[in-house]
């Protein structure tokens, strides 16, 4: 299993640019979550999605969207991005919570730069 | 919103020596999950607590779930270079069920 994937490692985006960050895993995970991560601080959660075309909003969703058309492929996105958008995003996967496999399991991030 | 206190914020330690880290809540958990983040890399899952007392150990890592279900510490034993790393707990809330990241515990080991 190659587990959580995401693309591109590395982005660099203009002011009022959009861009998708893809994520994909291959553990027939049902939830999967889209995570920022800024300097020095912990993990914020700014979607997740219970199932194929469920999702919902996590403690930060302005200026994203997220959409899940099938159980593998969770894709982010940024319609226009801004500064503040600048972060690490990290996406996860795991099985239903309360059935003792509710283990998140991440990929290796996407670096957004936002000039 | 709810949140997690993770202590302490940052470590520097002697090589060899024993670490101990905790996160706290005010509201009870059911479930708390420690992770290790390498620099550049996304989190990896090293303990996971699913009972209140359970104690869990990984190699030179020991966890447990606080009895009062609102805490859990993490301790690392002997430690090496390679432990060096952010270290975040999370735990999921009985009342949201929802899984809440601490601030993380940055180790540095040295030589």
């Known amino acids: 299993n190659a587990g959580v994937t995401q693309t591109p490692k590395f982005r660099i985006l203009k002011i009022g640019q959009s861009m998708t960050l893809q994520c994909a895993q291959d553990m027939n995970h049902n939830y999967m979550y889209w995570y920022r991560q800024d300097p020095g601080m912990g993990l914020k959660l700014i979607y997740y999605s219970v199932g194929a075309g469920i999702t919902d909003k996590g403690e930060v969703p302005n200026g994203y969207n997220v959409s899940r058309s099938t159980t593998e492929d969770f894709p982010l996105r940024l319609e226009l991005a801004a500064p503040s958008q600048t972060s690490v995003y990290f996406c996860?996967?795991?099985?239903?919570?309360?059935?003792?496999?509710?283990?998140?399991?991440f990929g290796p991030g996407t670096r957004l730069l936002v000039l | 919103g709810q949140q997690l206190n993770q202590s302490p914020q940052s470590m520097f330690i002697q090589e060899g020596e024993d670490v101990s880290m905790n996160c706290t809540s005010s509201s009870i958990f059911n479930t708390w999950l420690w992770y290790k983040q390498d620099p550049g890399e996304g989190p990896v899952l090293l303990i996971a607590?699913?009972?209140?007392?359970e104690l869990t150990s990984n190699g030179r890592l020991t966890a447990q779930f606080g009895i009062t279900r609102k805490d859990s510490f993490l301790n690392i034993s002997a430690s090496i270079p390679s432990d060096v790393g952010i270290y975040f707990c999370a735990g999921r809330s009985s009342n949201t069920g929802k899984l809440i990241f601490g601030q993380g515990t940055t180790l540095q080991v040295k030589p």
């Open positions: 607590l699913y009972k209140a007392g």
């Open positions: 996860a996967s795991s099985y239903s919570p309360g059935q003792g496999k509710e283990t998140q399991y």
